[in-house]
């Protein structure tokens, strides 16, 4: 353990949530002995923290720019590779060691060590930590993202795949913490779906999803 707090620049006051926060379900099926209920926690601090840095980093840009940035970087493949950076594959507890370079797991064991400082050391020390893994993956993309929405239009035209229709298909949360789920299809028979934290952020990561799927 102290080799990893030392990867995570982060010294856990009770080791027993960096523990906790390594068990997949597979281990242990108990939701409070596996990473489950810090991965939910993780999952809604990373975004706080991410839409802060954005916000202090690019002063000048509209809410669209921001949104996109946002999406690409709170996605579950970009925590998936922060989560490969720290070495996180090689302390997970699971069952089969095939889970131990599943995205869907590696995305989650990220969030659950979040939400684990989260708890462990509080909200400074959990935005901290976001500020030092993902500032580096920020600077590399300097420049105003395109829009998924509009790239995907674009290609859909050109490759003849029609115009894509996006719906919400799903709504989890309450009221003031909705996670809308949502779909885009195309004329060629394809749809996936994707969610975010509003309809807008929700269609740019389906935009997002397809793009990857049909390239």
């Known amino acids: 353990m102290e080799e ?87 302390f997970i507890k699971v069952a089969n060691e095939e889970l131990r370079n599943n995205v869907n797991v590696l995305c989650d064991v990220c969030e659950a060590i979040i939400g684990a400082i989260y708890v462990d050391g509080g909200s400074d020390a959990s935005i901290e930590f976001v500020n030092q893994h993902w500032r580096e993956l920020i600077d590399k993309n300097v420049a105003p993202p395109k829009d998924a929405k509009s790239r995907l239009q674009e290609i859909a035209h050109v490759k003849g795949f029609g115009v894509p229709q996006y719906k919400v298909v799903g709504r989890e949360g309450n009221e003031h913490e909705p996670i809308f789920e949502v779909e885009v299809s195309l004329g060629i028979g394809k749809c996936v779906t994707a969610k975010g934290r509003n309809k807008k952020v929700a269609e740019m990561a389906a935009a997002e999803a397809m793009l990857e799927k049909i390239n």
């Open 4 to 90: 990893l707090q030392q990867i995570l620049k982060y010294q856990f006051k009770n080791k027993t949530l960096l523990s906790k926060a390594l068990t997949h379900g597979s281990v242990n099926p108990d939701v409070l002995a596996n990473y489950e209920r810090l991965e939910f926690l993780g999952d809604r601090v990373l975004g706080e923290a991410v839409a802060h840095l954005l916000y202090n980093i690019f002063p000048n840009e509209s809410e669209g720019n921001l949104s996109q940035r946002f999406v690409r970087l709170v996605r579950k493949e970009t925590v998936a590779e922060v989560a490969l950076s720290l070495k996180l594959n090689e």
